[in-house]
């Protein structure tokens, strides 16, 4: 048998109590690498990301001007 490691999903919801627009990318700490990151920016204010890499991911967000 063949071990194979599959990616567990998770879901990042975080509270914008102002409401900002972002953008984000997902940081790779072991390979050193960025992936783009989809947001669901709600009018509760509220964001969402789904995180479903094999890796443990940071997300980087940056407020859009």
């Not at 990042?12 to 984000?24: D, F, I, Q, R």
């Not at 094999?54 to 997300?59: A, G, P, V, W």
């Given at each position: 048998?063949?071990?194979?490691?599959?990616?567990?999903?998770?879901?990042?919801?975080?509270?914008?109590?102002?409401?900002?627009?972002?953008?984000?990318?997902?940081?790779?700490?072991?390979?050193n690498?960025?992936?783009?990151?989809?947001?669901k920016?709600?009018?509760?204010?509220?964001?969402?990301?789904?995180?479903?890499?094999?890796?443990?991911?940071?997300?980087i967000?940056?407020?859009?001007?």
């Amino acid at each position: 048998d063949v071990y194979k490691r599959q990616p567990h999903k998770c879901t990042v919801k975080l509270y914008n109590p102002n409401g900002y627009t972002y953008s984000a990318k997902w940081f790779d700490p072991v390979g050193n690498t960025y992936a783009k990151a989809i947001l669901k920016q709600s009018p509760e204010n509220s964001i969402e990301c789904v995180h479903d890499f094999e890796n443990d991911m940071l997300l980087i967000l940056s407020r859009e001007q």
